[in-house]
């Protein structure tokens, strides 16, 4: 750092090297018949604001805050514009409080600390430590904000009414821009007519549950906007309270709004999911507790419970727990034994029902699965019985086998002759007379 001109407790602007203006608070203390000149960086210096609670609450992190705490290192002619980064936690704890959220799109763009305080934290300072992460240096500035929330009843009383509107057109950090802000208050400064109009709260749809939008142009996650006023909602507002307007809403139509084209022109809202909270009419639910003097009444003297425990007689119990799904499991199992044993129509009364074509035909099925398991053996076995007729085309008789089981067939010829097969029936041959004999 070098040291300037400078004066009591005021600012001082540095210039580096690169003729780049960076801030600094500039403070003498007189010891010994000697100044003492001190520079403290305004990025560590501790920044005091002072919200109220239930009044929308937003601060912004400025790149151009902290870049004086990263030495440039460009090369000569270029600009320096490194990407930065921020993380917000509350001291001593990893995380921010409730009420505080915190976002920040790309690292080249400002950061955004909002909220909407609550009545809670009144009178209690909230020291917001806030560090910045140069992505190209891997250096880091550390800056503590301290929120310092007052009280706000008299605005809770003076603005009772309060309407949560949702826009689909915005994402939240173009809605938290104090120009955009103030064209939507505006435009609901019109259409209500208050004498006093406040933003309470803004909140993103993805923290209502929202779902991430397609990554098209122009598609916005959408936001909701919490404003209170002090007289009551106006007819347009009301409109959506409508009979056909609800059926509308129920059919996943826009509701007819007349008010709407003051909106229309920059928000995009969803007249559906507007909210209208009238908190005159809500009834107070709160007890006041009292409190004690902390001693607890006189019970008396404490007597210990008997050493001595009396017997319990457990055969009910074991009535419950074991005789009884034993005995309901005994006569299911008797039942089935019942429909398994002596219910069984027996293999000869089986086959006395069936037909004896059907009985045939299966045991040439299994005549011709034992052979084809034998022929899986030997490769060179005799022609196989199933391709032979069962039985006569004409009779119906059984046809014998042309071999028995011991006979050899390896010398057997591939195929056979129709002189050679037993009853092989004759085709009858046409007369020149038109007529069939056999």
């Known amino acids: 750092?070098?040291?300037?001109s400078s004066a009591e407790g005021i600012n001082g602007t540095i210039n580096w090297k690169t003729k780049q203006p960076n801030s600094y608070i500039i403070s003498r203390i007189r010891a010994a018949e000697k100044n003492v000149y001190t520079i403290l960086s305004k990025v560590h210096s501790d920044r005091n604001v002072y919200p109220s609670a239930g009044v929308l609450f937003v601060h912004v992190l400025e790149r151009e805050y902290f870049k004086g705490e990263f030495p440039p290192y460009p090369k000569p002619g270029e600009i320096s514009n490194d990407p930065i980064t921020f993380n917000t936690n509350l001291m001593g704890y990893p995380d921010r409080p409730g009420w505080l959220r915190y976002i920040q799109r790309t690292p080249y763009s400002d950061g955004v600390l909002y909220g909407s305080p609550t009545i809670?934290?009144?009178?209690?300072?909230?020291?917001?430590?806030?560090?910045?992460?140069?992505?190209?240096?891997?250096?880091?500035?550390?800056?503590?904000?301290?929120?310092?929330?007052?009280?706000?009843?008299?605005?809770?009383?003076?603005l009772p009414y309060q309407a949560e509107f949702f826009i689909k057109n915005m994402n939240v950090e173009e809605m938290l821009a104090s120009e955009v802000l103030g064209d939507f208050l505006g435009a609901v400064k019109n259409v209500w007519q208050p004498e006093r109009l406040n933003a309470i709260n803004i909140t993103s749809a993805l923290d209502r549950g929202g779902r991430v939008p397609l990554p098209i142009n122009d598609m916005k996650e959408g936001v909701y906007v919490m404003?209170?006023?002090?007289?009551?909602?106006?007819?347009?507002?009301?409109?959506?309270?409508?009979p056909q307007n609800q059926l509308r809403c129920s059919q996943e139509m826009e509701p007819v709004i007349t008010c709407d084209k003051k909106f229309r022109t920059q928000f995009n809202i969803d007249w559906c999911k507007i909210s209208l909270v009238d908190k005159t009419k809500q009834v107070s639910t709160y007890q006041e507790v009292i409190r004690g003097e902390g001693i607890l009444p006189d019970g008396g003297e404490y007597k210990p419970p008997s050493d001595t425990l009396k017997s319990r007689d457990y055969y009910s119990d074991f009535l419950i727990t074991l005789a009884v799904p034993s005995a309901v499991a005994l006569v299911l199992f008797l039942i089935l034994a019942y429909i398994m044993c002596c219910r069984r129509e027996g293999v000869e009364k089986r086959n006395m029902q069936t037909p004896d074509i059907q009985l045939v035909h299966h045991s040439a099925i299994q005549k011709s699965t034992k052979e084809l398991r034998e022929m899986s053996?030997?490769?060179?076995?005799?022609?196989?019985?199933?391709?032979?007729?069962?039985?006569?085309?004409?009779?119906?008789?059984?046809?014998p086998p042309l071999h028995t089981d011991s006979y050899d067939n390896?010398?057997?010829?591939?195929?056979?002759?129709?002189?050679?097969?037993?009853?092989?029936?004759?085709?009858?041959?046409?007369?020149?007379?038109g007529k069939w004999y056999p």
């Open 1 to 4: 750092a070098f040291l300037l």
């Open 120 to 158: 809670e934290n009144v009178g209690k300072p909230t020291v917001i430590e806030i560090t910045a992460y140069n992505r190209r240096t891997f250096e880091t500035a550390r800056h503590n904000l301290i929120i310092n929330i007052m009280s706000a009843e008299e605005l809770d009383f003076l």
């Open 227 to 242: 404003v209170g006023a002090d007289v009551p909602f106006s007819s347009c507002l009301r409109e959506v309270e409508n």
């Open 377 to 399: 053996k030997n490769r060179e076995i005799g022609w196989p019985l199933s391709t032979l007729p069962v039985f006569h085309p004409v009779t119906g008789e059984i046809v």
């Open 410 to 433: 390896t010398s057997m010829p591939l195929m056979q002759t129709q002189q050679n097969l037993p009853l092989q029936t004759q085709i009858p041959q046409q007369q020149t007379a």
